[in-house]
């Protein structure tokens, strides 16, 4: 086995440099008529099927190294296209040709090298198919995949259509790799520059694959960049924010502080007004309580009566289910019983009939005996006169031929009649057994009838009583719906008087709203009153001097107007604002006034 390994390595290395070099004469195109190309491709399939192992089936052994190229589709996705391509071929009809295919093809793709090193990777896959000791298992497996690598210079153009390669054999021609000494010792340069060329090309091969990780490399570098500055960019927004939210809740706490404090003393402004507020409400809710509390208790007792009465229904409905069963059982045992009964009364006619025959037998029988009784005692009577005879023949004049005759006849008409006898005897016997016997089932009829009779009457009764039980059930029903009418009466009446009762509470809740805004609104316009009475707005031409600190007013020391007591100040003594009735708005408030209005504010407040 490692004789074979190197001797298909050397071989491998003799066939791509052959062929590499050929195709640096031809300009690195090839054609399928190629011979180096077609020997390259008998290498590679012996360095394929070596180690192979043999498949056997009911045909026979199957020895093809199509097997391991499969798996390369499920290592590698790009492998798929070759893979389902040479499915599809219709010439192909065997796993050699396939796998001859599907090595043209990865050589036109330029990437054998790369699949057959996803292959020698998984190691641990191709143990099923090849021995341990073969060259895909060992490490010359590595040295062939890069001796592969230097073929992606080259450009293959093959048609897999109209060649036959399910019949091709794979014979390695060794007269391309044998030449003369002077041709040997002649071509080193050659040689030489050929390898120079092989390992430039293979050179730019890696070139060209490390070009392709940098630049993979470069975009990830270039999109981490991006996201890194948006980042940044998003973080120094973030802190921007924070600091502008910061102030904004140092403002918001600061108004809320003021907030609270107004909200304080409106509270209990407004505590006072509810508490006249509730007393109305409560005197005015205890008349509806009373009712809606009369209402509940009436609710609750129909509530009651419906569950008895819901109750009571579903017992009777129980009742009528298991009456309306047992008079369907009643009805179909009375059925049978009718047909057992015109069943018995047929055979009663029957047992009738047979004895009407009987009795008209036993008369004949009778007749028939009293008339053989009858010949019996005339029988009798001739042997009598046939004694007489023969006693006064004996006496007159016995002949003794008569007399024999005499005897015969009448020891004849003794058996006839004792044989008469007899019959007539049995005949009666039979006669008689069969009367009783009829006699018998005619009483065992009669009891029946009774018993069937009487059974009739029991189910009439029973029917009878059902039929009674039946009809208070319906009355019951009925006195049933009544009540549910009534309860549905009162349902919608109490719906009603909810109704009522919900209106009224709005009602009542409408004026306390309306209560207490009049009330706010009076207390303004008090207020306003009382800011009114006794204060005019003075003019600008009528004042001279500050109200409060009597500082002449000049350019840099402007009159204002106090918006309470219509006076006019310096800006020193005017500077508060407040809100007044009278204005939306917080207006300019002189100080005396401020002080005034705040007193005022804390004393309704407390």
């Known amino acids: 086995m490692m004789e074979e390994r190197a001797n298909l390595m050397h071989m491998m290395k003799l066939s791509i440099k052959v062929l590499l070099q050929s195709a640096l004469s031809l300009g690195r195109s090839l054609d399928a008529d190629h011979a180096p190309l077609q020997q390259f491709f008998v290498v590679m399939e012996h360095c394929l099927k070596h180690g192979l192992k043999v498949k056997k089936s009911f045909i026979g052994q199957n020895k093809s190294f199509f097997g391991p190229l499969e798996l390369v589709e499920k290592l590698c996705p790009e492998a798929s296209d070759i893979a389902t391509s040479v499915r599809n071929l219709p010439e192909l009809k065997t796993a050699m040709g396939r796998g001859r295919a599907w090595l043209y093809l990865a050589l036109m793709q330029k990437k054998l090298a790369d699949y057959l090193k996803v292959l020698i990777d998984n190691k641990h896959l191709l143990s099923e198919f090849y021995e341990p000791e073969a060259l895909m298992m060992e490490e010359e497996g590595m040295v062939i995949v890069g001796l592969l690598v230097g073929l992606n210079v080259l450009d293959a153009n093959l048609c897999l259509k109209g060649e036959d390669l399910d019949s091709q054999v794979g014979v390695i021609d060794f007269s391309l790799y044998l030449k003369d000494v002077q041709e040997l010792n002649g071509g080193r340069e050659h040689e030489r520059i050929t390898d120079v060329l092989d ?9 060209r694959h490390l070009s392709c990780t940098v630049g993979d490399l470069q975009t990830k570098i270039d999109g981490l960049e991006k996201t890194n500055s948006k980042l940044q960019e998003e973080l120094s927004a973030a802190t921007d924010r924070i600091c502008s939210l910061q102030e904004e809740q140092q403002q918001l706490r600061a108004q809320n502080e003021l907030i609270r404090e107004r909200s304080e003393k409106s509270v209990e402004i407004t505590k006072q007004d509810t508490k006249v507020e509730l007393e109305t409400y409560k005197q005015t809710r205890q008349g509806l309580d009373e009712l809606y509390s009369d209402v509940w208790k009436q609710l609750k007792e129909e509530k009651k009566v419906r569950l008895e009465v819901e109750k009571e229904l579903e017992l009777q409905i129980g009742m009528k289910t298991e009456m309306e069963i047992a008079m369907k059982l009643l009805e179909k045992d009375t059925h049978e019983k009718q047909d057992t009964l015109v069943a018995l009364r047929q055979q009663l006619e029957e047992v009738k009939a047979i004895n009407l025959q009987m009795f008209h037998k036993v008369q004949d029988a009778e007749s028939s005996l009293q008339q053989k009784n009858e010949a019996i005692t005339s029988f009798e009577e001739k042997i009598n006169q046939v004694m007489s005879s023969m006693k006064q023949m004996e006496r007159s004049s016995p002949r003794l031929s008569r007399v024999q005759q005499a005897e015969r006849a009448r020891q004849d008409a003794e058996a ?35 018993s069937e009779k009487e059974q009739r009457q029991a189910l009439q009764r029973e029917l009878q009583y059902e039929k009674d039980n039946s009809s208070l059930l319906q009355a019951e029903l009925q006195q049933v719906e009544g009540l549910k009418k009534e309860l549905r009466e009162l349902q919608d009446e109490k719906t009603e008087l909810q109704k009522v009762c919900d209106e009224q509470e709005q009602a009542l809740q409408e004026m306390g709203l309306h209560l207490s805004q009049s009330k706010l609104k009076m207390e303004d316009i008090k207020e306003v009153n009382r800011a009114l009475k006794g204060h005019t707005w003075l003019k600008d031409d009528e004042a001279t001097h500050c109200k409060q600190c009597e500082k002449e007013f000049s350019i840099s020391r402007r009159k204002h107007h106090c918006r309470n007591c219509g006076h006019i100040f310096c800006n020193t003594c005017s500077s508060n604002e407040l809100a007044l009735p009278s204005y939306p708005k917080p207006v300019r408030v002189c100080d005396s006034c401020h002080t005034l209005l705040l007193q005022g504010c804390s004393s309704t407040g407390s």
């Open 416 to 450: 006839h009649s004792h044989t008469l006898q007899q019959e007539l005897g049995s005949r009666t016997g039979a006669l008689q057994q069969q009367l009783s016997q009829l006699h018998g089932r005619c009483s065992s009829l009669e009891k029946e009838l009774k």
């Open 199 to 207: 390992q430039k090309n293979y050179v730019e091969e890696l070139n």
